[in-house]
Nanobody, 113 residues
Framework: QVRLVESGGGSVQPGGSLRLSCAAT????????MAWYRQAPGKQRELVAS??????TNYADSVKGRFTISRDMKNTAYLQMNSLKREDTAAYIC????????WGQGTQVTVSS
C-alpha cells in the first residue's frame, strides 16, 4: 500500500524559512507528478507546487520566487519555503499522482509573530 508521510512543519516568524519533506513508501519516480497542496481553515485546498517526471515545476502565483519544490533520487519530495508570510499558514499536504492521487496526512505550518 502506498503511503506518503509529511514532516518539517512548525511555527515560524514572518520572513522565516521551513523545509517540508514528503517520504513515499516507494520510488518517487513511480509517480507521474508529485505535488504540494495547502488548506487553511475555512478555505479550499489549493495547489502550491508540483514537479513532473521530467523535472518540470509549476507554482502558484502566491509562492513564486519564495518556494521551491524538489525531489531526491530515492523516495522523498521537498518543499523549501522562504520569506514566509502569515497568509502561508495552512496544513501542507503531499500528493503523488499515478492515475489516481495518493495523499499524505499533512503537516501544519504556522507563520506568526
Amino acid at each position: 500500500q502506498v503511503r506518503l508521510v509529511e514532516s518539517g512543519g512548525g511555527s515560524v516568524q514572518p520572513g522565516g524559512s521551513l523545509r517540508l519533506s514528503c517520504a513515499a513508501t516507494e520510488s518517487i519516480f513511480s509517480f507521474s507528478v508529485m505535488a504540494w497542496y495547502r488548506q487553511a481553515p475555512g478555505k479550499q485546498r489549493e495547489l502550491v507546487a508540483s514537479i513532473a517526471g521530467g523535472g518540470v515545476t509549476n507554482y502558484a502565483d502566491s509562492v513564486k520566487g519564495r518556494f521551491t519544490i524538489s525531489r531526491d533520487m530515492k523516495n522523498t519530495a521537498y518543499l523549501q519555503m522562504n520569506s514566509l508570510k502569515r497568509e502561508d499558514t495552512a496544513a501542507y499536504i503531499c500528493c503523488g499522482q499515478r492515475g489516481v492521487g495518493y495523499w499524505g496526512q499533512g503537516t501544519q505550518v504556522t507563520v506568526s509573530s
